[in-house]
């Protein structure tokens, strides 16, 4: 499957980027919305789309994660890696485009040191004209085990500055981009409440 496929596949429409942090676990009733999430998210619930970017030996300490990625049940995968062990009709390969950059247009998708920034990208050539940001939270633990620091929390400056820069990028192009966690270090969104998305 192409990622091109996509292209406005939900013109107007709101969508929640779910990442692995603790703060994922409010979204108590996943399947009214609309959502990307990223690695074994499918362990709390089975978003409408999976991204997963990290191979195999990323998860060699936890090897327990890259089961969730194998067996998950999500209708579509996005990846750059062709050969990810999930079923080849549920895959779509993204071409990577530039490292930190935010051009929303093309189909080669931009990106940084962390999934859920791509899952925001690709939501913007889905159409969306607003993306909530739900366990992306950079703090202690995941919301599945007492996992400890997370690995990227000493980069939490550049992160923010990232994620402002998308937020400019939205913002042009008329997309609201808010932060759901209450306890995410991302700063740079504005906070929302799930019930005020």
């Not at 192409?2 to 676990?25: D, L, M, P």
């Not at 409408?48 to 579509?76: G, H």
């Not at 929303?104 to 791509?118: F, G, I, M, P, Q």
């Not at 923010?160 to 209450?182: C, Q, T």
Request: hydrophobic residues 35%; glycine residues 6%.
């Amino acid at each position: 499957m192409e990622y091109r496929e996509f292209k406005n596949k939900h013109e107007g429409q709101k969508i929640i980027v779910c990442g692995c942090g603790v703060s994922a676990t409010t979204l108590t009733n996943p399947k009214d919305y609309i959502t990307i999430g990223v690695n074994d998210i499918s362990r709390l619930f089975a978003p409408n789309y999976l991204v997963v970017l990290n191979d195999k030996t990323s998860f060699a300490q936890e090897p327990d994660r890259w089961k969730w990625i194998e067996e998950t049940t999500c209708p579509y995968t996005f990846t750059h890696m062709k050969g990810l062990a999930i079923k080849e009709e549920t895959k779509v390969m993204l071409q990577l485009g530039r490292y930190n950059g935010c051009d929303l247009e093309k189909e080669a998708v931009d990106y940084t040191s962390n999934s859920t920034y791509v899952a925001c990208v690709i939501a913007s050539y889905m159409g969306a004209s607003k993306i909530g940001l739900l366990g992306v939270d950079f703090t202690t633990n995941h919301f599945f085990a007492e996992t400890g620091e997370h690995p990227l929390s000493r980069r939490i400056n550049i992160i923010n500055s990232e994620y402002a820069a998308l937020k400019g990028a939205l913002d042009r192009k008329g997309i609201e981009f808010v932060n759901l966690s209450d306890v995410s270090k991302i700063t740079s969104l504005p906070k929302q409440s799930l019930s005020e998305f």
